[in-house]
């Protein structure tokens, strides 16, 4: 599940669950970046707003390196038990944060994160459009801003503009879903969608 801050991700992945366990599946749900104690720690060095001199690439890294962790101690296994996986974030974010976001571009992120994954592969990314201002909107009443939410305006916008770009690259795997619609309707859209790719 994909999607700027403040789109919804959360709502909605709580949502799916309760439908797939309806169908009979063990669900794991997974936060990035977070998920494992390390993955966690590094989440707190990534997030702290204190470190504004970190370059570009160190976040590329501390991405990866906390997915990498929450890959082979959660995802594989779970995986491996026969359960489904749900994940907060996952590689389409380092795509557009740090690829697009940043500027370092989508090919090296996805280099990168080749040696993270493996071959973990998302079947489906579902990303929850909406435009940057709103979700900073959403978010207002918030009290503190991580190191990432404090960013300007302009790159909200690249980021959910990244989105848009690859959801219409990759529309095989990357489904985009108004997320301005009632939670409801969102709901019965990816249900839909779920059904159609995994059950029909
Ligand atoms: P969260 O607020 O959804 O927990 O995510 C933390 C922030 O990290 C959010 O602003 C998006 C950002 N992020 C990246 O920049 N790159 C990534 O690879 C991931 C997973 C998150």
């Known amino acids: 599940m994909e999607g700027p801050d403040g789109s919804g991700k959360t709502t909605q992945i709580e949502m799916l669950k309760t439908y797939l366990e309806s169908k009979g599946y063990d669900i794991v749900i997974t936060r990035e970046p977070g ?7 590094i989440r707190a060095i990534i997030l702290n707003k204190e470190y504004q001199e970190m370059s570009h690439m160190t976040e590329l890294l501390l991405y990866a390196s906390a997915r990498a962790q929450l890959v082979n101690q959660v995802i594989k296994p779970a995986l491996a038990e026969g359960k489904a996986v749900i994940c907060d974030r996952f590689v389409e974010s380092s795509a557009v944060y ?3 976001g940043r500027g370092l571009g989508v090919s090296t992120v996805y280099e990168v994160n080749n040696y993270a994954l493996g071959d973990v592969k998302p079947k489906l990314t579902i990303f929850m459009d909406l435009d940057a201002d709103e979700g900073i909107r959403r978010k207002e009443n918030q009290t503190e801003l991580d190191r990432m939410e404090m960013e300007d305006l302009s790159f909200h916008k ?6 848009r770009q690859l959801a219409q690259l990759y529309p095989d795997r990357i489904f985009p879903v108004d997320a301005t619609l009632p939670i409801e309707k969102i709901h019965s859209i990816i ?4 059904e159609k790719r995994f059950f029909s």
Not at 158 to 163: A, P
């Open 35 to 41: 998920g494992t104690v390390i993955s966690e720690a």
């Open 98 to 100: 740090q690829g697009i």
């Open 158 to 163: 690249r980021v959910v503009e990244g989105y």
């Open 191 to 194: 249900v839909e969608e779920v």
